[in-house]
């Protein structure tokens, strides 16, 4: 099973490091919260 995160990392772009991911996504105008648990993005 996929996780959501790894999804979305390789929807955005194929990224490796989920903080650029999320940088990428953001500054394209798209509304991204990373949601934690545990210490690890869930």
Do not use: L, Q, R, Y
Not at 6 to 16: D, M, Q
């Amino acid at each position: 099973m996929i996780k959501p995160a790894e999804s979305f990392k390789n929807w955005v772009g194929g990224f490796t490091d989920f903080n650029v991911t999320i940088g990428f996504a953001a500054n394209g105008s798209i509304p991204v919260t990373a949601v934690t648990s545990a210490g690890k993005i869930s």
